[in-house]
Each structure stands twice: as structure tokens, then as C-alpha cells.
């Protein structure tokens, strides 16, 4: 249950695109098609983003996007916005259990 | 609408016990699993505990493996999760989390407002 690989911080201007990378192993981003995504805000309870690698729950905005290849899956978010900052989480099954990401904080400069 | 209330945090002796509750409503609580996902200060997220809607299944972190043990009451519409052999890695916020389907493992589309958990001496 080792976690996923997220970089630590990512930045972008407004308007612009950022991706944020999740390398996961054989084991779990590379054998299922169950990777989620979670914003969450300083003090605030996570909010799901993308499930299942690429679908978007109703309500988040068709700026954010999921993908994967191989062991690695991805967040893309287009035309930045400020209340884009925040931390991302990404989220793996990995055989009757989830691991989870480092997180990556993403700010909009 | 879709609420989750965590509650029975606090500060605890380190091998100490505490049994955390999370009230559910707004949904069909035991047509969903339900999770315990965990977040120590200023750190990432890090899943607990699972189990099915029935409660007929769990599953564990190996960090709480033989330590933590979740269970749900669903004509209480109330999941929980009691903590024994509390350490001070054990310190966090814990949220619970509803999943996505019926089916576990796809995602957590609704968290509590999480409930902070000290284990200390």
C-alpha cells in the first residue's frame, strides 16, 4: 500500500492549462480503471473531481478532464481560474484496498 | 441532499481507545459502502477502512490492520469506527466518506466535515 506519485506543487497563470501527473505501479493505477480526484480547501473536506479516470460527477465544471496511460493517470485542468487553487488528490483501487496520492497544490499565479 | 456528521473525536492517551460515529442522510445508506479516510496535520489523505453496504465485508489500511475495526448500523443509518492501541501516528482528522455506487472502490462523492482525533500524552 505504498502511495501514489503526485509532484508537490504545480502552478499556472489564468486561463492557462496545468497537468497534474499520479504514477501508480502494475499493482493499482496500472490494472484498474478506478482512479479518482479530489480538490480540496485549506480546513475543508475533500470534493470529488473525476471518478473512474475520466468522468466528471454533475456540477464540476468541463474545465477539469481525466486520462491514464500505463501506470500513470492525469488531471488536466484548462483555462485556469483563482478558485482552481487548491490541493489535488488523486486515488487508486488497488486490490481490496485505495491508495492515495501525496497531493499536489496548485496555484494560480 | 446527501449529509454526513462525524463525531467522537478528541484527545487520547496513547494506547487509548475511541470510537468515532458518522451520521448519515439524505441516501439509502445500506445500499453504499461507506469509508474512514484519514488526514494528519498538514499532511495528504490517507484511506482507513472500508465496508459494504451489508457490512458483511471490510477491508483495512495495514497501518490499523488488527487495531482499528469499522462497522455500520444501518437502522441507524450510522457508520463507525473504533480505534484501539491508539498511537501518536494515529493523530489526524478522520472524514467519512460515502462511495460512489453500491459497488465499493470507484470513488467518494460525498465527505463529512471530519473529526479530529489527538493521541497524545
Known amino acids: 500500500q505504498s502511495a501514489l506519485t503526485q509532484p508537490a506543487s504545480v502552478s499556472g497563470s489564468p486561463g492557462q492549462s496545468i497537468t497534474i501527473s499520479c504514477t501508480g505501479t502494475s499493482s493499482d493505477v496500472g490494472s484498474y480503471d478506478l482512479v479518482s480526484w479530489y480538490q480540496q480547501y485549506p480546513g475543508k473536506a475533500p470534493k470529488l473531481m473525476i471518478y473512474e479516470g475520466v468522468n466528471r460527477p454533475s456540477g464540476v465544471s468541463n474545465r477539469f478532464s481525466g486520462s491514464k496511460s500505463g501506470n500513470t493517470a492525469s488531471l488536466t485542468i484548462s483555462g485556469l481560474q483563482a478558485e482552481d487553487e487548491a490541493d489535488y488528490y488523486c486515488?487508486?483501487?488497488?486490490?481490496?484496498?485505495?491508495?492515495f496520492g501525496g497531493g499536489t497544490k496548485l496555484t494560480v499565479l | 441532499e446527501v449529509q454526513l456528521v462525524e463525531s467522537g473525536g478528541g484527545l487520547v492517551q496513547p494506547g487509548g481507545s475511541l470510537r468515532l460515529s458518522c451520521a448519515a442522510s439524505g441516501f439509502i445508506f445500506g445500499s453504499y459502502g461507506m469509508s474512514w479516510v484519514r488526514q494528519a496535520p498538514g499532511k495528504g489523505l490517507e484511506w482507513v477502512s472500508t465496508i459494504s453496504g451489508s457490512g458483511g465485508s471490510t477491508y483495512y489500511a495495514d497501518s490499523v490492520k488488527g487495531r482499528f475495526t469499522i462497522s455500520r448500523d444501518n437502522s441507524k443509518n450510522t457508520l463507525y469506527l473504533q480505534m484501539n492501541s491508539l498511537r501518536a501516528e494515529d493523530t489526524a482528522v478522520y472524514y467519512c466518506a460515502k462511495d460512489l455506487y453500491s459497488s465499493s472502490w470507484y470513488g467518494f462523492d460525498c465527505w463529512g466535515q471530519g473529526t479530529l482525533v489527538t493521541v497524545s500524552s
Open positions: 486515488c487508486s483501487y488497488a486490490g481490496s484496498s485505495t491508495v
